[in-house]
């Protein structure tokens, strides 16, 4: 998507300390490259919802509302999707436009984009979420579909040009993939690494949330159908 229109799934206003410091708007957009398994927003890429396209300026218009939230709780925006990275002209013009309001603005990706996409953000950006996945290549690819070295090379690039402290890696614990103590190794290894921030957390299967697309259930059955197999033999 080019500079001109950002497609947007929804607008979460008033969040507190899960996106970044202060009160925090999150914009998440439509589009991604990977198809977890058991992806929290899979409307951002079954196609079961549109979306709408804003511009620049009237997506300024929807966040400016809480702006007073934003100043003196030193809040502000957190672009998440989806994949905003998909869409980094549009937030490179929309930060350079707004930059002078003042607000901090955060970015929520999984980093697998082109290194481009990321240089695009980040002179702007002021917290990087990293959603992680996992730390081990075969259960990355498992789960995601998606290219590991991609993630990692992007990754270790990042910490390179702002430090570890601007990063906070989100480790989840998801169902089915990790049987034992994988996320809290997965933490171990990116520790050796020079990581200092992680966000362990539990996966939920979004359809216990909100009902879900018949293709987001194929891409989740990938995932379920193994581990029910293995599952079966275990009690037969």
């Not at 436009?97 to 984009?113: A, D, G, H, I, P």
Request: with cysteine.
């Amino acid at each position: 998507m080019d500079e001109a229109g950002l497609p947007i799934l929804a607008i979460q206003r008033l969040r507190m300390t899960t996106d970044g410091t202060g009160v925090t708007t999150l914009i998440c957009s439509m589009g991604c490259p990977l198809r977890c398994r058991l992806c929290i927003n899979p409307a951002s890429w079954d196609k079961t919802v549109p979306g709408e396209i804003l511009s620049v300026d009237e997506l300024y218009e929807r966040v400016k509302i809480d702006n007073l939230y934003f100043l003196t709780t030193n809040g502000g925006l957190t672009f998440g999707g989806g994949e905003p990275l998909l869409h980094s002209a549009f937030l490179k013009s929309f930060m350079e436009k707004y930059r002078e309001t003042n607000w901090l603005f955060n970015l929520e990706s999984s980093l697998n984009v082109s290194r481009k996409n990321l240089d695009d953000v980040i002179p702007y950006i002021h917290d990087f979420i990293i959603d992680t996945k996992d730390f081990n290549e075969e259960r990355y690819k498992a789960y995601t579909g998606g290219e590991y070295g991609i993630f990692f090379e992007n990754l270790m690039y990042l910490k390179e040009k702002v430090g570890p402290d601007r990063i906070l890696l989100r480790i989840p614990v998801i169902p089915f993939l990790h049987k034992g103590n994988e996320a809290e190794e997965n933490r171990a290894e990116f520790e050796k690494l020079g990581f200092t921030r992680f966000d362990v957390f539990p996966y939920v299967n979004p359809e216990n949330r909100k009902p879900i697309s018949e293709k987001a259930k194929e891409n989740r059955e990938i995932l379920l159908k193994p581990a029910k197999e293995e599952l079966a033999k275990e009690e037969s």
